[in-house]
């Protein structure tokens, strides 16, 4: 079935490095890859998304990456800071209208001072 | 702020009973999916509702099922309550008639089931 899997699931990082987390995904008819940010007590909140048409997306000190030959897309975060402290979600989805998004186990990031 | 409302914040359950989660927004969105999300894993797709039927669903059984309101206001229903239903319930919303459309997260449900 569809499967997302992600890794580091723990990233320890000195303020002010940056931050890779990376996914892979087994269904190759997804095109849409989003990315969600956890606080402690609150409901995921959408960071970024890159669709398959592009292979680079770039927000301030956040940016996205997708390999669609190799099914894998990552997430960059420079010049952390300890308010990136948090659980990210890397995500697939088919981009239809009746789509579900597939996510994956979480990366919990500490950033350090 | 995602405008995503969710009620109750917290509540809980004995095993066999039944519960009603209900998830709102502060603008109409005609699409809202409902989530699970147990404790330190991903949130895990349960069912979505598009102009209030049921269009997509994930592997759970007919013992969770759903609404969808007029005015796109939502509510999840779970029977015969199980343990293993202890777990962070998330609604979101998405808009419009795109194909491929952002989807925010309410701050979701903890349910506990003893």
């Known amino acids: 079935g569809e499967n997302v899997e992600q890794h580091p699931s723990t990233l320890s990082v000195q303020e002010g490095d940056s931050a890779v987390i990376k996914c892979t995904y087994s269904d190759s008819a997804s095109n849409y890859f989003p990315w969600y940010k956890q606080e402690l007590g609150k409901g995921p909140q959408l960071i970024i998304d890159?669709?398959?048409?592009?292979g680079e997306k770039k927000d301030q000190r956040i940016a996205v990456t997708l390999n669609k030959t190799a099914k894998h897309f990552s997430l960059h975060i420079t010049e952390t800071q300890p308010e990136d402290s948090a659980v990210y979600f890397c995500?697939?989805?088919?981009?239809?209208?009746?789509?579900?998004?597939?996510f994956g186990k979480g990366t919990r990031l500490h950033i350090l001072p | 702020e995602t405008g995503v409302t969710q009620s109750p914040t917290h509540l809980i359950k004995t095993r066999g009973q039944q519960v009603t989660l209900r998830c709102s927004s502060q603008?109409?969105?005609?699409?809202v999916s409902w989530y699970q999300q147990a404790l330190g894993q991903g949130p895990q797709f349960i069912f979505q509702y598009y102009r209030e039927e049921e269009n997509g669903r994930g592997n759970f059984p007919p013992r969770f099922s759903g609404l969808q309101f007029p005015n796109y206001s939502s509510e999840l229903n779970v029977n015969a309550l199980e343990l293993d239903d202890s777990a962070l319930y998330l609604c979101a919303i998405k808009g419009g008639d795109k194909i491929a459309t952002e989807q925010y997260f309410g701050p979701g449900t903890r349910l506990t089931v003893t």
């Open positions: 890159i669709r398959s048409n592009v």
């Open positions: 995500a697939a989805s088919r981009g239809n209208r009746d789509d579900k998004i597939i």
């Open positions: 603008s109409g969105h005609n699409t």
